[in-house]
């Protein structure tokens, strides 16, 4: 039988040391920033993973103002779009200061420990996606191969795979690159869409997809596709990958679920 102080241990608020900072906080204990998610085990992930300040630092985009990029203000990358093969884009948070910091430390430094956090974090673009559409797959934007090489993991896929965890939903690799491109960042909105021009192409068929595979193929139903991605700025990247997808897929719908929009 459990004693009465080991019982209270138990339901004590439970030490943990944020992901970031380091600092250590007491799970469920004092007031926390609001998380727009609904998805318990991504909450979970968040609550337990980062401190009441670091959680504060996190620009949820709550209300946007594009319906097609998701951007919380006018945009007019949008507006000037003259061809749009997907169909809308809705990001998790602002890509300020504060995330480019987050960001650069898991892709850039290798802590990979923020690969749940991120994950989760990406759930505040899916779900606004999934009240409105059922998904039959998630794939995400490939990185090129120098930089596998070279950074060791594809960021954008595993964030991609966790959040497909999260949902229940089945991921599978559905682009590939066909020639390498410079850092994007370095780049103005003009250069990023051309140099993005003719980058990816869709894998191969058969596709492992079970059922997805033959209904990719099929001339009635449409089969929806969501695409992730870690940064979404001009839509460069979201608009190649999504025409490399309906060349091979006619019937397909693509979605795009970003980690941050710039």
């Known amino acids: 039988m459990i004693g009465a102080s080991k019982l209270l241990a138990l ?20 007031r926390r920033a609001p998380i727009p998610i609904r998805n318990p085990a991504a909450r979970k992930v968040l ?3 980062f401190c009441a300040g670091c959680i504060s630092r996190i620009p949820w ?11 919380p203000e006018r945009c007019g990358d949008c507006l000037r779009r003259r061809e749009r093969p997907f169909v809308k884009c809705r990001g998790a948070v602002r890509y300020d200061d504060a995330m480019k910091e987050w960001l650069a430390l898991y892709k850039y430094r290798g802590l990979e420990r923020l690969e749940a956090a991120f994950a989760a974090m990406l759930a505040a673009a899916v779900e606004p996606l ?12 490939p990185i090129a191969p120098l930089r596998l090489a070279d950074r060791g993991f594809d960021q954008a896929e595993r964030v991609a795979r966790g959040m497909a965890v999260l949902y ?7 682009l590939r690159r066909i020639r390498h491109t410079g850092k994007q960042s370095f780049k103005g909105r003009k250069d990023r869409i051309e140099d993005m021009k003719g980058t990816f192409a869709a894998l191969s068929p058969p596709l492992a997809l079970g059922h997805v595979s033959e209904a990719l193929f099929s001339p009635t139903d449409p089969v929806r596709i969501m695409l992730v991605d870690d940064i979404y700025t001009t839509g460069a990247t979201m608009t190649e ?14 979605y795009g679920a970003l980690w941050a929009r710039s």
């Open 61 to 71: 985009i709550v209300t946007i103002a594009c319906p097609i990029c998701g951007r």
């Open 11 to 30: 339901l004590r608020p439970q030490g943990r040391n944020c992901l970031l900072c380091g600092q250590t906080f007491q799970v469920g204990g004092g």
């Open 130 to 141: 999934l009240g409105e559409t059922r998904f039959d797959v998630v794939t995400s934007v």
């Open 168 to 174: 229940r939903l089945p991921y599978r690799p559905m």
């Open 47 to 49: 609550d337990e993973g």
């Open 241 to 254: 990958c999504s025409r490399a997808l309906l060349a091979a897929y006619p019937n397909a719908e693509v």
